[in-house]
């Protein structure tokens, strides 16, 4: 069964710091690209950031660029988002996703359309 497994949200306050895990089954992560994304109540999917297949390739969103890092251990077959300086605006459920480059080792994929795997989400709340 191939899936991917989202851990490590919780409730921090504003200011604090989080790391999240996203460990895939049934599949190697080193051979996909990963997003992680969010959604919070009411609003739509976000693209916060992603890594290609190779780890050298990455994007941010504008709104969590300086704060978030993604980083990928293939020898532990996870893909990491660290947050930091966190806001009550990003309280929302986070999601990882994988995406099939066809051998292109850089490759970042434009469109949440284009990742293949889903993870079920893990909720992350910013609050005092």
């Known amino acids: 069964q191939l899936q991917l497994v989202e851990s490590g949200g919780g409730l921090v306050q504003p200011g604090g710091s989080l790391k999240l895990s996203c460990v895939a089954s049934?599949?190697?992560?080193?051979?996909?690209?990963v997003g992680w994304f969010r959604q919070a109540p009411g609003k739509e999917r976000e693209e916060l950031s992603c890594i290609s297949s190779n780890g050298g390739g990455t994007r941010y969103a504008n709104s969590v660029r300086g704060r978030f890092t993604i980083s990928k251990d293939n020898a532990k077959n996870t893909v990491y988002l660290e947050m930091n300086n966190l806001k009550p605006e990003d309280t929302a459920v986070y999601y990882c996703?994988?995406?099939?480059?066809?051998?292109?080792?850089?490759?970042?994929?434009?469109?949440?359309?284009?990742?293949?795997?889903w993870g079920q989400g893990t909720q992350v709340t910013v609050s005092s």
């Open positions: 996703a994988a995406d099939w480059p066809y051998g292109d080792i850089w490759h970042l994929p434009s469109h949440s359309d284009e990742y293949d795997y």
């Open positions: 049934g599949f190697t992560l080193d051979r996909y690209a």
